[in-house]
C-alpha cells in the first residue's frame, strides 16, 4: 500500500525528485460508474464517535472488531495540550477509546497496529519525529491492558525502528543506532533477539524502511539506499544499485507493496506501475508479465488472514480492484469512480466481501464489495418491470428514473432513451413489459406505449387514470387496473379503451389472465372476472382464503393461477372448482411481492427478503443483504427468469443471480459484552470497563447503593456492522423488549435487587443467531433500607427488649427473694421474740405471781395473772403454736374465734380441710394472711360482720375475706404504696398464687386469693 506520508513533501524534496501525483488511493464511492458498485458503503465520523483526525493505522482483533489510531491535530509538538492520543475499538456499532499511556513524552502518532499471531498487537508510535524517537507498545485488545518494549543489551536506546513485518509466525523489524542497523526478531515472551547487523552511512530506518524475511533470506528496502538481500547469517548476497538507472531514473527505489500468492512474492516499487515478482533462485525482480502494467498513481496490495489477495489501482480519480492469475492481473471490479477521498490505510477480514478504509478526514469508510453470487446493479434505483431483450439483455424499468438496458454478461449498463411522439419524458412507474406479435407494450403513468427496441423509440396512448397493472388477454387486448377500481381493456390493434368492471370499492393490485378468466389482487380479496360471461366474485375469507388483503396474482402453466398475500400467504386457484389452496406461509408474514418458479421450486420475493421455497418437503431458506442482495424488500412487477437465472427487481437496485451458485452466508457468531459503564463508590466516580476477562456472559454486575445507574454495549463478534442485526432484552423471564439495531442497554436507576437479563441478536428473519448473552445485576440498597437491616434492627430491638425484661425479671427476683427473706426474717424474728417471751419474761411473771399468792397479795397476784396471759397472747400472735398442733385448718378456725371474741365484729368462717395440701412455712404464710387482713379490719374497716371462706376446687384453693365495712379506694392506697397490700400480695405471691381485692367506699371490701394445691 501507498502509505500516506506526512514527510512526503520535504523528503521529495530533499531527494530532488518530483512528488508522486497522489498521496493514497482508494476506495471512497462519491458517484460511481453503472458498471460496478458496491452493495454497501458507509462512512463514519466524528458524529458517529470517530476521535481520531488522521487515521494511520487499522487492525482487525480476534473478534473481528476494528481497531484504529493515527494522530490528531489537538495533540502536536507545537500544541499545549492535556490531551493524550486514543486507540479506538469499533464493533460494527459504537466507537470504544482507550487512551494511549503517557510517558515522559506524549505519543504524538501511531503509524502501526502490528497483529500478532496470539491476537495481541505491537504499536508502533512515534514520540518525537524530529529527534527519531519512537517506541513499541504491546497492547491486549482483550484486557484493554499497555506494556511498552524493553530494548536491552545491544539494542539500547535505538535511534531509529522501522514497522513489524510478520513471516511464518515469527515478527521482525529494523533498529538503528548511529550508523549501526539490527534486524531484529521479536519474540513471544517480548524480548528481543539481534540477528544481525550491518553498517550505513545514512539514518535511513524510518516508517518507510521495509524488511521482507523469506524463507532463505531477507530483503531491506528503504528510501534513502539501495535494496539489499542479505541471508539470516547476515550476509549480504546483493545489492540493486542497478535498479536506480534500470527502472527508473531516480536517487533511490524502494519496495512499496508486498503480497504473497501462491507461494510467491508479487511487489510494486514506489511510484511504479509494473508488477513484479521476486525469483528467489536468482535472486531478482523480475516482471510478472507483459500484461502486467498498470496505468496507476496510486497502488494497494493486500492480503488478508484468510489468504485472499486484492490490488487496488488509482487513476485519474477511477478505480480498479484486481486479482493475480498465472502472474496476470485479472480486473474484479473496473471504472469506480471517486471524488474527494483521501485515504491512508485499509484493512479487511475478507477481501471477497468487505474494505475498510482510514482517512485523514476523520472518516473511515466502509465498502461491501459485490459479491460473486449476486451481481447488483442500479443500486440506488427502485426497479419496476423487467423484460428479456434477447438471451444475455434485459430492459429494466425504475419507478422514477425511466428505462435502463442491462447486458447479464458483460454487467454494462447503458440508459434507454425513450424518445417519444410527444414531450412526455422519462417512462414513469412502468409497471409491465408485455410482448405481442413482436411488439413491446409497456405502461407509462396513464398512457400505455409501444416499444422499439432498436431505434429505442415510443409510441403513446393515452388514457384517463394511472394504470395500475396490466397483462395479456389475447394478441389483441391488454386487461388492466387502475387507480379508482375499474377493470379495463385497451385493444393493441385500434388503440381503445373499454370498462370492463367498475368495482368502486376495490383497489385492484395486480391482474393475471387464463383464457376466459382475469384474477385480480385486491385489498379485500381476490376477483375474479368472465370474460365469456361477463360474471365477476370476489372471493374472501368465507370462500377459503387464508387473508383479506392481497398484492399479487400470477399465472404458471404448471401451477395455476397464483395470489400472494400481505401477509405472506401463497395460493393456487383452482378457477373450475372456485377454490383456493395455501402453498405457502411466510414465516415473518412479510409481504408477497412476486413468485418465479424455476426447476420445480419458487423463489419468492417478499418485502423482507428473498424466499428459495422447495413445494416437496416445504423446505426455505431466506437470503437478504447479508447475502449479497442490494435491498430486503423487493418490489412488486419486478422479477424475470432468465436463461441462466433470475432477476429481481428491489427499492434499491437490481439483482441476478444463479439459484444454483447462491449459497446462504454463515452467521455463527457470539452475542459478547463490549463495555460496561458504573457508578465505583471506592473511586466517587463513573468508569467504563473494556476488560474482556471482565465481561463474560453469566457475568454478576454489583451496583452500589449510591448510584444504581448502569450501561451495557454489546456486539456479534465476527461480524462488520452490527445494525444488520435487531436485538431485544427481558429482565427475569419478563416479556421480550425490541431494540431494534440499538446495541445497549441504559438504565438510568435500577430498583434494589436482583435481576437476571438476557439477551438476544436476530437477523432480518427474526431468527436468533448465536446463544443468548445472560448476565446477573445486583443492585444493592443502602444497609439502612435493606432487609437485613431490619432484621438487625429487630435483633437488636429483640435483645434490648429481652435485657430489659431479664433485668426486670432479676430485680423482680431479687425483690421477691428480699421481700420472701424478709418475711422469713420476721417469722424467725417473731419465733425468737415468741419463745423469749414464753421462755424468760413468762417464767419470771410466773414466780412473781407465786410469790405474791404465797403472801397472799391478791392486787399483785392479779396484775401478775394479767400480765402473764398478755405475754402469752402476744407470743402466741408472734409465733402460732397451734399451727403444729391443730394444723392450718383448725388453726384459723381458731384464729377466727379469737378476733370474734376479742371485738365487737361479727366473725364467720367457712375452712375446708386443707392440712395436707401445704407444708409448714406455707401454712404458716396463709395463717398470716388471713391474720394480718382480719388486724387490719378490725383496725379500719369499720365493719360490722366478716366472713372468711377457704374453699377447693379444680386443684386451687380459694381464699375469701369479706366485710361490709367503710371500704376504700383501691387505686389510692396502690398509689402510695400500701405496706400492708404489700405484705399480703407477697405473701400469696410466695404461695405462687394470685390475689384479688375489690373495694368501694361505704361498700365493703373482698380480699380474694388463689392457691395452686399440691398433690396429697
Known amino acids: 500500500m501507498i502509505y500516506f506520508r506526512v514527510l512526503c513533501f520535504y523528503l521529495s524534496i530533499k531527494r530532488g525528485y518530483t512528488l508522486v501525483k497522489s498521496v493514497v488511493i482508494l476506495l471512497l464511492f462519491s458517484f460511481f460508474n453503472l458498471n460496478a458498485q458496491p452493495q454497501q458503503h458507509l462512512i463514519f465520523n466524528a458524529d458517529d464517535g470517530l476521535e481520531i483526525d488522521m487515521i494511520r493505522a487499522i487492525n482487525f482483533d480476534n473478534d ?4 484504529l489510531s493515527g494522530e490528531n491535530l489537538d495533540i502536536r509538538k507545537i500544541v499545549l495540550t492535556n490531551k493524550n492520543l486514543v486507540l479506538q475499538r469499533f464493533d460494527g456499532n459504537a466507537f470504544d477509546s482507550v487512551e494511549l499511556p503517557h510517558f515522559k513524552e506524549r505519543i504524538l502518532i501511531v503509524n502501526q497496529i502490528h497483529k500478532r499471531q496470539d491476537g495481541t498487537f505491537i504499536i508502533r508510535a512515534e514520540l518525537d519525529r524530529d529527534t527519531h524517537k519512537y517506541i513499541f507498545l504491546h497492547f491486549d485488545p482483550s484486557t484493554t491492558k499497555f506494556q511498552p518494549i524493553k530494548f536491552l543489551g545491544s539494542v539500547n536506546n535505538p535511534t531509529n525502528l522501522s514497522k513489524l513485518f510478520s513471516y511464518d509466525g515469527e515478527d521482525y523489524f529494523l533498529l538503528q543506532n548511529s550508523t549501526n542497523i539490527t534486524v531484529c526478531k521479536l519474540n513471544k515472551n517480548l524480548s528481543i533477539t539481534p540477528l544481525f547487523s550491518y553498517k550505513t552511512g545514512r539514518y535511513i530506518v524510518d516508517v518507510f524502511a521495509r524488511i521482507v524475511p523469506l524463507k532463505d533470506y531477507v530483503i531491506i528496502s528503504e528510501n534513502q539506499d539501495d535494496i539489499k538481500i542479505f541471508n539470516w547469517d547476515g550476509q549480504l ?3 540493486f544499485e542497478h535498479l536506480r538507472t534500470k527502472i527508473k531514473e531516480e536517487s533511490y527505489l524502494w519496495i512499496d507493496e508486498v503480497l504473497y500468492k501462491d507461494d510467491k512474492m508479487y511487489l510494486f516499487f514506489y511510484d511504479e506501475a509494473q508488477l513484479y515478482i521476486f525469483n528467489e533462485s536468482e535472486l531478482a525482480f523480475e516482471k510478472s508479465s507483459e500484461n502486467s502494467i498498470l496505468q496507476s498513481q496510486n497502488l494497494k496490495l493486500l492480503n488478508d488472514e484468510i489468504g485472499h489477495h486484492l490490488i487496488v489501482s488509482e487513476n485519474e480519480k477511477i478505480i480498479n480492484l484486481l486479482k493475480i492469475e498465472d502472474g496476470n492481473l485479472k480486473i474484479v471490479v473496473d471504472n469506480l469512480q471517486v471524488e474527494n477521498f483521501n485515504g491512508t490505510t485499509i484493512a479487511s477480514r475478507n477481501l471477497n466481501e468487505e474494505l475498510w478504509i482510514g482517512s485523514d478526514k476523520n472518516e473511515l469508510h466502509y465498502i461491501k464489495l459485490p459479491t460473486n453470487d449476486i451481481k447488483t446493479y442500479l443500486g440506488d434505483r427502485s426497479l419496476r418491470a423487467l423484460t428479456s431483450i434477447n438471451d444475455n439483455e434485459i430492459l429494466a424499468a425504475t419507478e422514477n428514473d425511466g428505462w435502463h438496458k442491462v447486458n447479464l454478461n458483460t454487467h454494462q449498463v447503458t440508459y434507454f432513451k425513450a424518445n417519444s411522439n410527444s414531450n412526455y419524458g422519462k417512462p414513469y412507474s412502468t409497471r409491465n413489459f408485455v410482448k405481442i406479435n413482436d411488439q413491446l407494450w409497456a405502461s407509462d403513468d396513464n398512457k400505455f406505449c409501444v416499444v422499439d427496441i432498436q431505434t429505442e423509440k415510443l409510441k403513446h396512448y393515452e388514457g384517463n387514470e394511472f394504470i395500475v397493472s396490466y397483462e395479456k388477454f389475447n394478441d389483441s387486448i391488454l386487461v388492466f387496473s387502475n387507480t379508482i377500481g375499474q377493470l379495463n381493456t385497451f385493444n393493441v390493434k385500434d388503440k381503445s379503451f373499454e370498462v370492463l368492471l367498475d368495482t368502486d370499492s376495490l383497489y385492484l393490485y395486480d391482474v393475471s389472465t387464463d383464457k376466459n378468466i382475469v384474477l385480480a389482487s385486491t385489498d379485500k380479496g381476490v376477483l375474479a372476472y368472465d370474460f365469456k360471461s361477463k360474471q365477476s366474485k370476489l372471493y374472501t375469507k368465507d370462500d377459503g382464503l387464508s387473508d383479506d388483503f392481497y398484492l399479487m396474482t400470477d399465472y404458471d402453466p404448471e401451477l395455476g393461477f397464483l395470489v400472494g398475500s400481505r401477509s405472506g400467504f401463497i395460493e393456487s386457484f383452482n378457477s373450475l372448482e372456485e377454490t383456493f389452496k395455501t402453498i405457502y406461509n411466510d414465516d415473518l408474514n412479510a409481504g408477497i411481492a412476486t413468485i418465479v418458479p424455476y426447476n420445480n421450486k419458487l423463489w419468492i420475493s417478499t418485502f423482507n427478503g428473498l424466499v428459495y421455497f422447495d413445494k416437496e418437503n416445504s423446505t426455505s431458506v431466506r437470503f437478504s443483504k447479508k447475502d449479497g442482495l442490494s435491498d430486503n424488500e423487493a418490489n412488486r412487477y419486478s422479477a424475470l427468469k432468465t436463461k441462466e437465472g433470475i432477476v429481481v427487481g428491489s427499492l434499491n437496485g437490481l439483482n441476478y443471480f444463479k439459484p444454483e451458485s447462491l449459497v446462504k452466508v454463515d452467521e455463527s457468531s457470539e452475542l459478547i459484552i ?3 459503564k458504573q457508578y465505583d463508590k471506592n473511586l466517587n466516580q463513573f ?12 457475568s454478576t454486575f454489583v451496583l452500589p447503593a449510591e448510584n444504581r445507574s448502569f450501561e451495557l454495549y454489546f456486539a456479534l463478534n465476527n461480524h462488520s456492522l452490527s445494525k444488520d442485526y435487531n436485538y431485544r432484552y427481558r429482565i427475569n423471564n419478563s416479556e421480550w423488549v425490541d431494540l431494534k439495531d440499538e446495541s445497549n442497554l441504559r438504565f438510568p436507576s435500577i430498583a434494589p435487587g436482583e435481576y437476571n437479563l438476557e439477551i438476544e441478536a436476530l437477523n ?17 440498597n443502602f444497609f439502612y433500607k435493606t432487609l437485613w437491616f431490619y432484621i438487625a434492627i429487630s435483633l437488636l430491638i429483640i435483645l ?29 424474728e417473731r419465733n425468737r421474740i415468741a419463745k423469749e417471751l414464753h421462755d424468760s419474761v413468762g417464767q419470771q411473771l410466773t414466780l412473781i405471781k407465786r410469790k405474791a399468792q404465797n403472801k397472799d397479795q391478791k392486787d399483785i397476784s392479779e396484775l401478775t395473772h394479767n400480765a402473764l396471759e398478755d405475754v402469752r397472747s402476744i407470743s402466741r400472735g408472734l409465733y402460732p403454736a397451734l399451727l403444729k398442733q391443730l394444723g392450718l385448718s383448725e388453726s384459723i378456725e381458731h384464729l377466727v374465734h379469737e378476733f370474734d371474741e376479742s371485738n365487737e365484729i361479727f366473725f364467720s368462717v367457712s ?21 394480718e387482713t382480719l388486724t387490719n379490719i378490725s383496725k379500719h374497716a369499720k365493719a360490722n360482720s366478716v366472713s372468711v371462706n377457704l374453699s377447693t376446687t379444680n386443684k386451687m384453693l380459694i381464699l375469701s375475706i369479706k366485710d361490709d365495712g367503710i371500704g376504700f379506694q383501691l387505686s389510692n392506697k396502690l398509689k402510695f404504696n400500701s405496706l400492708g397490700l404489700k405484705t399480703l400480695n407477697e405473701r400469696i405471691r410466695i404461695l405462687k398464687g394470685d390475689l384479688f381485692i375489690e373495694s368501694r367506699i361505704g361498700s365493703g371490701t373482698e380480699i380474694k386469693a388463689e392457691i395452686p394445691l399440691k398433690n396429697e
Open 687 to 698: 468508569y467504563t470497563q473494556l476488560n474482556k476477562q471482565q465481561l463474560n456472559s453469566g
Open 674 to 676: 463490549t463495555k460496561t
Open 64 to 67: 473481528g472488531f476494528l481497531w
Open 911 to 931: 375452712v375446708d380441710d386443707i392440712d395436707a395440701y401445704f407444708n409448714e412455712s406455707e401454712s404458716l404464710n396463709i395463717y398470716r394472711f388471713i391474720q
Open 237 to 239: 548476497l546483493k545489492s
Open 800 to 828: 434490648i427488649l429481652l435485657y430489659i425484661i431479664n433485668q426486670a425479671r432479676l430485680r423482680r427476683k431479687l425483690q421477691e427473694e428480699y421481700s420472701s427473706n424478709l418475711l422469713i426474717s420476721q417469722e424467725e
Open 764 to 780: 432480518f428473519a427474526k431468527k436468533q443467531i448465536s446463544k443468548p448473552l445472560v448476565v446477573t445485576i445486583k443492585a444493592n
